[in-house]
């Protein structure tokens, strides 16, 4: 399966702190996405990042990705409540007709 | 001026019925798929669309019909429901095809099936 699998499955932490979740996957990608989904609410794309790339910011969040490992991580900083939700790593594998092939997602929580 | 809106939001129907979602983007965008949420969150793509064309259906069983009237909607016809179809269904577009850039969600279509 393509499927990427995050880690940890569940966050919590404290306003302020950093929030570090974990994507792996098995083959070989076109991209991997980031999207957040707030509870009851539809997924919001967060960041792309491309398989030639390695590091990639947007504001708080910082994404970078290990093709050599088939990983990706995305950092938040200095988080807020605001941010608590399920966070889900998306693939692209390389191909045509591709598609985004979902994790089973992190639920982050963030305390005030 | 909603990117991606569905209707309804939520629909609540017996096993057996034929019920339909409407999705709609206003994004310009030429590539509209169908997800399937179930209830550990786990979201899997069913159809993908490109301007009209349908590009990929993950073998979702035939009960389930997409129709594309115009790039700019996708609608999910389902016929004969059953309980494991309760999920939430969410709409998603893209300005790009074959998965190379951001999708847009709708908000979903919440479907209980009793």
Known sequence: SQQGEEDPQALSIQEGENATMNCSYKTSINNLQWYRQNSGRGLVHLILIRSNEREKHSGRLRVTLDTSKKSSSLLITASRAADTASYFCATAHTGANSKLTFGKGITLSVRP | ?114
């Not at chain 2, 569905?6 to 983007?25: A, H, R, W």
């Not at chain 2, 999920?87 to 577009?93: E, I, K, R, W």
């Open chain 2, 1 to 114: 001026d909603t990117a991606v809106s569905q209707t309804p939001k939520y629909l609540v129907t017996q096993m057996g019925n034929d019920k339909s979602i409407k999705c709609e983007q206003n994004l310009g965008h030429d590539t509209m798929y169908w997800y399937k949420q179930d209830s550990k969150k786990f979201l899997k793509i069913m159809f993908s669309y490109n301007n009209k064309e349908l590009i990929i259906n993950e073998t979702v069983p035939n009960r389930f019909s997409p129709k594309s009237p115009d790039k700019a909607h996708l609608n999910l016809h389902i016929n004969s429901l059953e309980l494991g179809d309760s999920a939430v269904y969410f709409c998603a577009s893209s300005g790009w095809d074959g998965a190379r850039g951001e999708q847009y969600f709708g908000p979903g279509t919440r479907l209980t099936v009793t």
